[in-house]
T-cell receptor, first 114, second 114 residues
Framework: DAGVIQSPRHEVTEMGQEVTLRCKPI?????LFWYRQTMMRGLELLIY????????DSGMPEDRFSAKMPNASFSTLKIQPSEPRDSAVYFC????????????FGEGSRLTVL | AQSVTQLGSHVSVSEGALVLLRCNYS??????LFWYVQYPNQGLQLLLK??????LVKGINGFEAEFKKSETSFHLTKPSAHMSDAAEYFC????????????FGAGTRLAVHP
């Protein structure tokens, strides 16, 4: 299996622009998580999905952030409009089922907002 | 609520020396505990996990961790450090029984000197 695939790996944009980060989960994994990593706040869970349905979005910072999972093989995290404080590494991770605690992480998308 | 505390944001050892990275957890129910490693510009990967079987858990790359309920600890050790062990290490906890939020510690950056 190719693992969790994220794109783009690096994104540099200007404040106010829309940013879309993409994730292709491992086939057959029922859970998908979006995390954000910064020096100041460490790893923060933003949102997670179970069988394509958003279950908990309490970690989403504000309305500028939205996430979708239209099918089992694709998810997006969108920031509109972006701000410099959104600069971070965004990770997508998946999990096979409710009984497996282990998460499988993608390599992350490094976002820089100027 | 579950949480983990990693003591020491930076640890430095000499090549060949013992590695000890500390993690204490807080959980009202029996937890599942994990250690993840993150190499530069990569996602997190699982080192080892405790899921209420043996209290001494062996992982990849010669690492192991011991679950001590009396001390609420899950420290990570390796008898002899190698240069390739330089990375950031994260302790994480999830409540057993299907609760889905994996909570990460702040991380410990391990430096290995020749």
């Amino acid at each position: 299996d190719a693992g969790v695939i994220q794109s783009p790996r690096h994104e540099v944009t200007e404040m106010g622009q829309e940013v879309t980060l993409r994730c292709k989960p491992i086939s057959g994994h029922d859970y998908l998580f979006w995390y954000r990593q910064t020096m100041m706040r460490g790893l923060e869970l933003l949102i997670y999905f179970n069988n394509n349905v958003p279950i908990d979005d309490s970690g989403m910072p504000e309305d500028r952030f939205s996430a979708k999972m239209p099918n089992a093989s694709f998810s997006t995290l969108k920031i509109q409009p972006s701000e410099p404080r959104d600069s971070a590494v965004y990770f997508c991770a998946t999990r096979p089922d409710v009984n497996t605690g282990e998460l499988f992480f993608g390599e992350g998308s490094r976002l820089t907002v100027l | 609520a579950q949480s983990v505390t990693q003591l020491g944001s930076h640890v430095s050892v000499s090549e060949g020396a013992l590695v000890l990275l500390r993690c204490n957890y807080s959980s009202s129910v029996p937890p599942y505990l994990f250690w993840y490693v993150q190499y530069p510009n990569q996602g997190l990967q699982l080192l080892l996990k405790y899921t209420s079987a043996a209290t001494l858990v062996k992982g990849i790359n010669g690492f192991e961790a011991e679950f001590k309920k009396s001390e609420t600890s899950f420290h990570l050790t390796k008898p002899s450090a190698h240069m390739s062990d330089a990375a950031e290490y994260f302790c994480a906890v999830i409540r057993s029984g299907g609760y889905n939020k994996l909570i990460f510690g702040a991380g410990t950056r391990l430096a290995v000197h020749p």
